[in-house]
C-alpha cells in the first residue's frame, strides 16, 4: 500500500505521527508472512482480515473463540527493554483456552496500544506474537496499533489478542464422561506464564529496586530473575491436538490468574472432583523463591499460580499410558498428579 500522500504535520505536532505507523506495519509484514497458512486470503492493511474456511471433515463446525491481555509481565519487558518474546504470552493466553474445549486454532488478531508508536518496538513485538502464532500453527491475520498520546507514558504499551478457533460439535470437551477413577495428567509449564506479576513486583521490590532483576541468583541455577520472569508462556496447541486423535479427553484446564483452585474446577463436572497429590507436582525454583522471598503461604501460591502446571488434562485410565507417550513425543513434560473422585469440592490438595 502506498501511503507516501498520507502525513500530518499537525497530528504529529499533537503526538501521532501516522507516518511512524505505516513503517511499523511495513517492519512487521515479514513477521507476519511466518503464519500464512491455507486460510489466508489478503495481505496485512485492509480493515479486515479474511480467512477461508475449510470444512471437509466437520458435520458441524464450531467457532471457538478467546481473548486475553499479558497483564503488568509487560512491566518486565519495559524495565529491561525486551519486547520480542512478550507477544508470545499474548497468543499463549488465547490459544491454551481456546484448545481446552478441543478446538484448533484457525486464526488470531492482535491490538498494541501505545505512548509513542516506535516502528522498531511495534515490529519487535508483532515478532513475538508471529512466533506464539507459528507454535499454535495459527494465522495472524491482522491486528491494531493505536498511538495514545498523554493516555500512557511514551515508553510504555499494552497488548491484547484474540483467537478463533474450530472444532467439530462433536467432538467438543465433554466433562459430562467424567467418572469417579479418571486420572489427572499434568502438563509441565516453562514457568511463570503470565500471571500473578504484580504480586511477584511486590515480593521482589521491582518497582523501587529493578537492579535486583539482574542478578544471577543460585536458587534460579544461576539464572537471573528478569531471564526466569520473561521465559515466554508454553503453547500446548500442537501436542493436545495431536492427544485428542488418539485418547478419550474428559477434561482441560489451563492454569492461569487463580491457579489450581480457580482453573481445575472449571473442567470438572458437579459432584465430581479433581484429588491432587500435592507431592507429585514438580514446583519449579521461582515458585520456591517467590515464597520464600515473600513469605507467601502455600495456598496463597496455589491460588495464584501454576506451580509448574500449565495445563491439566483428564483421561480415562486405561489411556494414561497412551497419553504420556503422545505428549512426551511432542515435547511436553506429562506426568500423573492426581485422579478424579466424588466430591462437592471440584479441586483438593493433598
Same mark, same amino acid.
Request: a negative charge; hydrophobic letters at 40%.
Given at each position: 500500500?502506498?501511503?507516501?500522500?498520507?502525513?500530518?504535520?499537525? *497530528?504529529?505536532?499533537?503526538?501521532?505521527?501516522? =507516518?511512524?505507523?505505516?513503517?511499523?506495519?511495513?517492519?512487521?509484514?515479514?513477521?507476519?508472512?511466518?503464519?500464512?497458512?491455507?486460510?489466508?486470503?489478503?495481505?496485512?492493511?485492509?480493515?479486515?482480515?479474511?480467512?477461508?474456511?475449510?470444512?471437509?471433515?466437520?458435520?458441524?463446525?464450531?467457532?471457538?473463540?478467546?481473548?486475553?491481555?499479558? !497483564? +503488568?509481565?509487560?512491566?518486565?519487558?519495559?524495565?529491561?527493554?525486551?519486547?520480542?518474546?512478550?507477544?508470545?504470552?499474548?497468543?499463549?493466553?488465547?490459544?491454551?483456552?481456546?484448545?481446552?474445549?478441543?478446538?484448533?486454532?484457525?486464526?488470531?488478531?492482535?491490538?498494541?496500544?501505545? !505512548?509513542?508508536?516506535?516502528?522498531?518496538?511495534? $515490529?519487535?513485538?508483532?515478532?513475538?506474537?508471529?512466533?506464539?502464532? =507459528?507454535?499454535?500453527?495459527?494465522?495472524?491475520?491482522?491486528?491494531?496499533?493505536?498511538?495514545?498520546?498523554?493516555?500512557?507514558?511514551?515508553?510504555? *504499551?499494552?497488548?491484547?489478542?484474540?483467537?478463533?478457533?474450530?472444532?467439530?460439535?462433536?467432538?467438543?470437551?465433554?466433562?459430562?464422561?467424567?467418572?469417579?477413577?479418571?486420572?489427572?495428567?499434568?502438563?509441565?509449564?516453562?514457568?511463570?506464564?503470565?500471571?500473578?506479576?504484580?504480586?511477584?513486583?511486590?515480593?521482589?521490590?521491582?518497582?523501587?529496586?529493578?537492579?535486583?532483576?539482574?542478578?544471577?541468583?543460585?536458587?534460579?541455577?544461576?539464572?537471573?530473575?528478569?531471564? +526466569?520472569?520473561?521465559?515466554?508462556?508454553?503453547?500446548?496447541?500442537?501436542?493436545?491436538?495431536?492427544?485428542?486423535?488418539?485418547?478419550?479427553?474428559?477434561?482441560?484446564?489451563?492454569?492461569? !490468574?487463580?491457579?489450581?483452585?480457580?482453573?481445575?474446577?472449571?473442567? @470438572?463436572?458437579?459432584?465430581?472432583? $479433581?484429588?491432587?497429590?500435592?507431592?507429585?507436582?514438580?514446583?519449579?525454583?521461582?515458585?520456591?523463591? @517467590?515464597?520464600? +522471598?515473600?513469605?507467601?503461604?502455600?495456598?496463597?501460591?496455589?491460588?495464584?499460580?501454576?506451580? !509448574?502446571?500449565?495445563?491439566?488434562?483428564?483421561?480415562? $485410565?486405561?489411556?494414561?499410558?497412551?497419553?504420556?507417550?503422545?505428549?512426551? $513425543?511432542?515435547?511436553?513434560?506429562?506426568?500423573?498428579?492426581?485422579?478424579?473422585?466424588?466430591?462437592?469440592?471440584?479441586?483438593?490438595?493433598?
Amino acid at each position: 500500500m502506498d501511503h507516501k500522500n498520507s502525513q500530518s504535520a499537525s *497530528y504529529a505536532a499533537a503526538g501521532v505521527d501516522i =507516518v511512524a505507523g505505516y513503517k511499523s506495519v511495513e517492519l512487521m509484514k515479514k513477521h507476519i508472512a511466518r503464519t500464512r497458512n491455507e486460510g489466508c486470503l489478503d495481505d496485512v492493511g485492509g480493515f479486515g482480515g479474511c480467512f477461508g474456511l475449510n470444512l471437509a471433515g466437520y458435520e458441524e463446525p464450531v467457532l471457538v473463540s478467546g481473548t486475553d491481555g499479558v !497483564g +503488568t509481565k509487560l512491566k518486565m519487558a519495559m524495565l529491561l527493554d525486551k519486547h520480542d518474546t512478550i507477544g508470545i504470552d499474548c497468543v499463549a493466553m488465547c490459544v491454551n483456552d481456546v484448545i481446552c474445549c478441543g478446538a484448533k486454532p484457525l486464526f488470531f488478531l492482535d491490538y498494541i496500544a501505545c !505512548g509513542k508508536n516506535i516502528p522498531e518496538k511495534i $515490529a519487535a513485538i508483532v515478532s513475538g506474537v508471529a512466533e506464539g502464532c =507459528v507454535q499454535a500453527g495459527s494465522a495472524l491475520i491482522g491486528g491494531e496499533t493505536a498511538e495514545h498520546p498523554g493516555m500512557m507514558p511514551v515508553d510504555e *504499551y499494552d497488548l491484547a489478542g484474540f483467537s478463533v478457533g474450530i472444532v467439530d460439535k462433536k467432538k467438543i470437551i465433554d466433562n459430562t464422561k467424567m467418572v469417579p477413577g479418571d486420572v489427572v495428567i499434568a502438563l509441565a509449564s516453562s514457568g511463570i506464564h503470565s500471571n500473578g506479576f504484580s504480586l511477584i513486583r511486590k515480593v521482589f521490590d521491582i518497582d523501587s529496586n529493578p537492579a535486583s532483576l539482574y542478578q544471577p541468583c543460585g536458587a534460579l541455577g544461576g539464572a537471573t530473575i528478569a531471564e +526466569t520472569l520473561l521465559t515466554p508462556t508454553r503453547i500446548y496447541v500442537k501436542s493436545v491436538l495431536a492427544l485428542l486423535e488418539k485418547v478419550d479427553v474428559k477434561g482441560i484446564s489451563h492454569i492461569t !490468574g487463580g491457579g489450581f483452585y480457580e482453573n481445575i474446577p472449571r473442567s @470438572i463436572p458437579d459432584g465430581l472432583c $479433581a484429588r491432587i497429590d500435592k507431592s507429585a507436582i514438580r514446583v519449579l525454583p521461582i515458585f520456591d523463591l @517467590i515464597a520464600q +522471598t515473600g513469605n507467601i503461604p502455600e495456598r496463597d501460591m496455589f491460588n495464584t499460580y501454576n506451580m !509448574g502446571v500449565g495445563m491439566s488434562i483428564v483421561v480415562p $485410565a486405561a489411556e494414561v499410558e497412551t497419553a504420556l507417550e503422545i505428549l512426551t $513425543a511432542h515435547g511436553e513434560t506429562a506426568y500423573v498428579i492426581g485422579e478424579i473422585v466424588e466430591n462437592e469440592e471440584k479441586v483438593i490438595l493433598t
